[in-house]
């Protein structure tokens, strides 16, 4: 009675530890360290800030990610269970019945009904004399760490992403607004032109040029429109709520530039993620072909049993029907047909492409940070080129402006001049966003970490 009452208290112990594991995981969830938050506060946009917070609880590729890592967690519990002995209780209730005449010599069992009661606890447990299992835990808690860089990995995209997306929506509503003032404009000197035409003043010709001009204007006014429609539903999705009807954003002249680097040092991919992956990778590759080393050696089993044995129910747990056994079972494969040495020269193999992975991964994370810087230098000096052209263009207008105002230039002259004005502020609006999200790609780049840091002297 007191084995069984035993096997029940046991039974209790496992349930309860089950549920605070279960606990747990739902706590791991709060987690934010992946969103590295400061550094987009730096933008001093309220509505970008929301975002990040709103695409990190909703996002559907986070929460595919973070499932993933909490399934690589359940496998390193799987595994290491297998370092566990194994308690198993597999009642047979039944009941025999034999139709003829059993001999044993010369003895005799004629044809007999009976029932038996069955109640073994088993338990079974590997040894691990050479730690194989103990290598196969720690394998997978290297394939756990592998998977939780490519959650690091979601949430840099998503955010990056996120934040793209919201300045060049913010660059496409300024353009649109900037390009319907063209359209406007182009009309009226279309209408100067036709009134021009109608008394005798220019060839249809001209007017025609015009005319052309206004569907190129208004052809450009329709692509943006389609360009902000589609940012807006790409934005929807990153934020992983289909009920959104409106993205609020701030508007141009509140978008803020913040600093660029001009160099980076070398050292500043060793916080990416497909670096750190690669990384983990070698090392489990590594340990794998320990595994794989280990799996020569015989292997130890050590069983045992205790139970009940009773053909009657009311003996079951008589002191005369207790039974138990205890064991080793050793095993040592003499001929698998070379499976073993395949596979170790398979993870021997896969470590060598392993250690080129990662050279690879160096060279690509290098390339990809300095393409960032170029993109980044081009973007800057881009604008302020723009910039200088758009005011020395506000210069040309302030004169037309005071030419038409003493009547030495007529309305058609500044209207394009009011035209060429908004072209060239075109153009700078472009290059300042292509600066911001610039300095979004270079954040990307060093694996989502202020890059400042590893900004290096010239």
């Known amino acids: 009675m007191k084995i069984f009452k035993i096997l029940i208290t046991l039974m209790l112990l496992l349930c309860t530890g089950l549920s605070v594991q279960a606990k747990k995981i739902t706590i791991d969830a709060d987690k934010i360290e992946f969103m590295n938050l400061d550094w987009w506060k730096q933008f001093e946009d309220k509505n970008l800030d929301n975002y990040m917070l709103y695409a990190y609880k909703n996002n559907r590729d986070l929460k595919i990610a973070t499932a993933s890592t909490k399934q690589a967690q359940q496998v390193v519990k799987l595994s290491f269970s297998d370092q566990l002995p194994q308690l198993t ?21 004629p044809d007999y009904k009976q029932s038996r009661f069955l109640l073994p606890l088993t338990m079974t447990y590997e040894a691990d004399i050479w730690g194989e299992n103990y290598m196969r835990t720690k394998s997978v808690k290297q394939r756990l760490k592998m998977i939780e860089q490519d959650e690091r990995s979601s949430y840099i995209l998503i955010t990056t992403s996120l934040a793209s ?8 509503d300024k353009l649109i607004e900037n390009q319907k003032k063209l359209v406007d404009l182009q009309q009226e000197v279309v209408n100067l032109y036709q009134k021009k035409y109608d008394g005798g003043l220019c060839s249809i010709n001209e007017v025609l040029s015009q005319k052309q001009w206004l569907t190129v204007f208004t052809e450009e006014l329709n692509t943006l429109q389609e360009k902000q429609d589609v940012l807006e539903n790409q934005l929807k999705v990153i934020l992983g709520d289909r009920d959104i009807t409106k993205i609020e954003r701030s508007a141009y002249d509140s978008v803020k530039l913040i600093d660029l680097p001009l160099d980076i040092k070398s050292e500043a991919i060793q916080n990416r993620p497909d670096l750190i992956k690669s990384e983990f990778y070698i090392k489990k590759l590594g340990i794998d072909v320990s595994v794989a080393r280990r799996d020569f050696l015989p292997k130890f089993i050590i069983f045992g049993q205790v139970g009940f044995n009773a053909y009657q129910l009311s003996d079951i747990f008589g002191s005369h029907s207790f039974l138990s056994n205890v064991g080793v079972l050793p095993s040592l494969d003499l001929f698998t047909g070379g499976r073993k040495m395949a596979m170790l020269r398979y993870k021997k193999y896969e470590y060598e492409k392993a250690l080129q992975m990662y050279e690879k991964t160096i060279l690509t994370s290098l390339q990809e940070i300095n393409d960032a810087l170029v993109s980044a230098k081009t973007a800057r000096n881009n604008f302020h080129s723009s ?20 009547g030495a230039s007529s309305n058609l002259e500044i209207l394009m001049a009011k035209e060429a004005l908004l072209i060239s502020e075109k153009s700078n609006i472009s290059n300042k966003i292509d600066v911001v999200i610039s300095a979004i790609n270079i954040y990307k780049s060093v694996g989502g970490v202020d890059y400042m840091q590893f900004e290096e002297a010239i």
């Open 165 to 172: 997306n919201y300045f060049n929506l913010i660059k496409a």
């Open 89 to 109: 209780f597999n009642p047979q209730i039944g009941r025999e019945f034999t139709s003829s005449n059993v001999y044993f010599g010369d003895v005799l069992i």
């Open 387 to 406: 910039s200088e052209r758009f005011d020395l263009q506000k210069e040309q207008y302030k004169l037309s402006d005071k030419k038409f105002n003493i």
